[in-house]
């Protein structure tokens, strides 16, 4: 009965939204997340003012998503906005002839995104653009060591292997294939780089390893250059992160092309636009680092002042 | 008068229980303060040794907190290399006396110990072997909830840990650790391996990196699984120790030094009140034994001081009042000395004045014995006609002055018989005698003046009357003299009994019963005395007054008595008393005894 009733209604609003002529999108959000809502907040403002939109939340539930995907195909609109993986996946599994962006998905190639219909957002920015702000930030350092596993980061650190050759950089990349090989490969790695870089690859980060590379690092006086602002504050030197209003907001021009007939980025996996550079005073000083005015003024988030490092010069104990 | 301090005194110092009042201000302070000072002692060594554990406990919980999040990583991926590393850094402290990472069933995963605890960490193969003192706290109690840790105290004895109900230290260790020996005592602090999350719900990547899983819900943190492990840390207590039996030691130094300042600010306060009190008893006891008192000096501004100025006050009135009544006493003692000698003097006068009458009245008598005699024989030759015959008018004259001459001698008679007593110059020769024949031969001289007066003498003699130890003229002058008294006294036709009998085995009672007019009471006393005559005795009866005068001290000279009863208007009874004879006192009456001389008639 309640299905009946959510069938009923789709048509309902397909029918009234074509009678007005005006554009729709369907937006799919995996979960109720609040950067899930933000990258929502950010494709909306992006949209032209007559563009309707109708949001459906998964709830978490893959089955839930491809159950509307399917009631949009039956009544496709415009376009389908997927937010986060599941609602990409079931947009996937479901959906053939409507476009697709999404965006919030870690490791679209991991599972087969996007299709012929779909382009979307990477999560991550290139391995390009996150050496050059490593470098940016961190201009003496050259040897830099990444740690991570070839199913879910292969191609990204052979992308990363050529960045790094055209930077001057020097990559020291370790394959491990599970986590409790991390102490002994950081262990191993540390002595031979000045910086280490933490990608998002979900093997080599969990929650119990990022205390591990924090406290290995400032322990070594070695740099960390990683993705997340959480792990800047705790003490890392540095990382370029994403703002997910701007990513929504980039999903929305690449919706507005695609409605406006540009199929040229079908299939395409966009970087996104506009990473911020993250910055740790304290934890530069800490390392011995100095860091420029404009490198301080450039970055997007700049952590000091107290409870900024988690290690203070000359104390033995380790603060988080 | 001093008497009532003799008395106070001795009490006090007699009760076996009697203390000083400085003894009871002394003793009560020092209770007092001793029982503050180890209450406070006590109260406070518990508190800093509670505050001490307590900030041991604290400071350890985060060690072993800091311990567990630091080597979480280590624990979940079982690096044993990187745990024995912190082990040894946490084990560098110097409080800490063993580390051990254990899992959650109890088997040690990693641990070191210093000291006497290394034998417990000498063989440690991996896996399954349990920490001894895991298996005694019981990792079950742990709250892994609020996170807190859970504090046990764990007694090493003989390589061997036992847990303890508290981690208190008892009285009794107390007292050891003051006697400088250190106890195996160590704190057991338990906390869980944390499962705290890095990750700020803002943070997109690091969210979507953690948490992306399409087999899983995504809009609950997922947390990469941990082994669940504990982290224990036995820290020792020596510190602890040292540092009690540091506050142990001052305490009692503290407790000392208040007890010894308490009693000496005791002794000097109770010396202060003590002794205005000793002076002012040695003053009153001065006082009290007569002594001059001088003026105590007590300068307190107090009650004491008050009592002295009281005192003071006090003891110069009572000087001043016990001067005035020796003034009088002195004053008294002359004025009766005075007095004596006055009437001692007036006493020899007057006894010099009654012998002087007694001898005048002897010889008066004596000499007007003489020509009364000389006129009773020229009487008696007119009145036998040998001077020539006489008419009859002439006879009765004669008989009429015959009359007044027998008074008149009966007077000189009486009144020498009273001298001679009074002078001491009569004789009472005692011998047996037979009552009932005196009285018999009294009543007989009697008779005509009882038949002038047609009076009727009774008598009434028992049959065992015995003989009685008197002089019988003497016996025969008091009962004639008591009977002409009873018969002159009685109306006409009147019965006078006289009765005998014996009241005690040597004594006899002879009463004179009249019923005359009687005798006043208030003349009664007076009747015995010589010339005394009772105001109520008509005026035509005649008589000297001297017959009971007489009569009382030859009684007294027999050593009897003499008393009367009567009663106004129905007559008087005299009675008097005589020994009966016995061998002995006749024995002793042999001798003549001199009648004692009556006292001067004042």
């Known amino acids: 009965m309640p299905h009946i009733v959510f069938v009923l209604s789709f048509f309902l609003f397909a029918s009234l939204s074509r009678i007005a002529g005006a554009t729709e999108i369907a937006i799919l959000t995996s979960a109720n997340l609040p950067y899930y809502d933000q990258a929502v907040v950010g494709f909306k403002a992006g949209l032209p003012a007559a563009t309707s939109t109708k949001e459906y939340h998964l709830n978490g539930q893959l089955e839930e998503g491809r159950h509307i995907a399917k009631s949009l195909r039956a009544a496709p609109p415009d376009l389908i906005f997927a937010v986060g993986l599941k609602a990409a996946v079931a947009a996937k599994l479901e959906i053939f002839d409507t476009p697709v962006v999404f965006c919030m998905v870690l490791n679209p190639e991991a599972h087969g995104l996007p299709a012929q219909n779909m382009t979307g957002i990477a999560v991550r920015p290139t391995p390009d653009t996150q050496l050059a702000a490593l470098r940016a930030a961190i201009p003496n350092r050259h040897r830099i060591g990444v740690l991570y596993d070839d199913q879910h980061s292969g191609d990204f650190i052979r992308q990363a292997h050529q960045a790094a050759k055209q930077q001057g950089l020097e990559l020291l990349a370790v394959a491990i294939r599970r986590q409790d090989e991390i102490p002994n490969t950081v262990r191993a790695l540390l002595p031979k780089i000045n910086v280490l870089w933490l990608i998002q690859d979900q093997t080599v980060v969990s929650e119990s390893a990022i205390p591990f590379f924090l406290e290995s690092t400032l322990d070594a006086r070695i740099p960390l250059f990683t993705f997340s602002l959480t792990l800047v504050q705790q003490g890392a030197l540095g990382a370029l992160v994403l703002d997910p209003w701007t990513v929504g907001q980039q999903a929305a021009r690449m919706a507005q092309s695609h409605l406006n007939g540009q199929q040229a980025s079908a299939g395409v996996l966009q970087a996104p636009e506009r990473p911020q550079l993250a910055l740790n005073a304290n934890a530069a000083e800490h390392l011995g680092l100095a860091l420029s005015p404009e490198q301080m003024r450039l970055a997007g988030h700049l952590f000091s002042g107290p409870g900024a490092l988690a290690k203070k010069p000359g104390q033995s104990d380790f603060i988080p | ?602």
Not at chain 2, 204 to 217: I, N, V
């Open chain 2, 1 to 602: 008068m001093a008497t009532d301090t003799e008395m106070v005194e001795p009490a006090l110092s007699s009760s076996p229980f009697s203390v000083t009042l400085r003894t009871k201000l002394v003793l009560s302070m020092a209770v007092i303060l001793m029982a503050a000072c180890l209450l406070l002692a006590w109260v406070f060594i518990r508190q800093q040794a509670r505050s001490a554990a307590e900030s041991l406990v604290q400071s350890g919980t985060l060690l072993a907190q800091h311990l567990a999040g630091r080597g979480r990583f280590s624990i979940a991926v079982g690096d044993t290399h990187r745990l024995t590393q912190l082990i040894q850094e946490t084990l560098s402290v110097n409080s800490v006396a063993y580390v051990a990472v254990v899992s959650s069933d109890g088997h040690l995963l990693a641990g070191l110990g210093k000291g006497k605890w290394q034998q417990q960490f000498s063989f440690q193969p991996m896996g399954q072997r349990p920490f001894a003192v895991t298996t005694l706290v019981q990792p079950r109690r742990l709250n892994t909830e609020t996170g807190e840790p859970l504090v046990s105290g764990i007694w090493l004895a003989n390589h061997a840990p036992v847990l303890r109900s508290t981690i208190e230290f008892t009285l009794g260790e107390l007292f050891t650790l003051m006697g400088g020996s250190e106890l195996p005592l160590f704190y057991d602090l338990l906390v869980q391996v944390p499962h705290r999350s890095h990750t700020a719900v803002w943070d997109t990547a690091l969210q979507l990196t953690l948490d992306e899983r399409l087999d899983t819900p995504e809009n609950s943190t997922t947390l990469t699984q941990m082994t669940p492990a504990l982290v224990e840390v036995g820290f020792s207590t020596s510190t602890l120790q040292h540092l009690l039996r540091q506050l142990l030691w001052q305490a009692v130094l503290i407790t000392l030094g208040t007890l010894i300042g308490g009693l000496g600010l005791t002794i000097l306060l109770a010396r202060h009140i003590a002794s205005p009190l000793q002076r002012l008893t040695a003053a009153a006891n001065k006082l009290a034994d007569g002594e001059a008192v001088p003026t105590v000096a007590i300068h307190t501004h107090d009650e004491i001081g008050t009592l002295a100025q009281v005192f003071s006050a006090m003891a110069l009135k009572l000087q001043a009042r016990e001067h005035e009544l020796r003034e009088l006493a002195h004053t008294l003692e002359h004025r009766v000395e005075a007095r004596t000698q006055e009437l001692a003097a007036a006493n020899t006068k007057l006894r010099e004045l009654d012998q002087r009458k007694s001898i005048f009245v002897s010889t008066a008598s004596h000499e007007l014995r003489t020509p009364l005699t000389a006129m009773k024989v020229h009487l008696a030759n007119l009145q036998d006609g040998i001077d020539g015959a006489i008419t009859e008018e002439q006879r009765r004259s004669l008989l009429r002055v015959e009359a007044n001459l027998s008074r008149l001698r009966i007077l000189i008679d009486d009144l020498l018989d009273l001298s001679q007593i009074e002078m001491g110059q009569a004789t009472i020769e005692l011998e047996s005698i037979p009552l009932e024949t005196v009285i018999t031969k009294v009543v007989d001289d009697l008779h005509p003046f009882a038949h002038e007066r047609r009076a009727r003498i009774v008598t009434s003699l028992p049959s065992d009357l015995p003989s009685v130890s008197a002089d019988p003229d003497k016996l025969r002058q008091i009962l004639l003299n008591l009977l002409h008294n009873a018969v002159k006294f009685s109306p006409l036709d009147a019965i006078v009994d006289l009765t005998a009998m014996k009241i005690s085995t040597d004594e006899v009672l002879v009463s004179v019963r009249d019923v005359g007019p009687g005798i006043a009471p208030e003349y009664v006393d007076k009747i015995f005395q010589p010339f005394y005559r009772a105001p109520t005795v008509h005026k035509t009866t005649k008589g000297a007054g001297l017959g009971l005068a007489i009569a009382k001290s030859l009684i007294e000279s027999h050593h009897g008595r003499l008393w009367v009863e009567t009663e106004p208007n129905r007559g008087s009874c005299f009675s008097f008393t005589l020994r009966s004879s016995t061998p002995s006192r006749l024995a002793s009456a042999e001798t003549p005894a001199p009648i004692p001389s009556h006292h001067p008639i004042a």
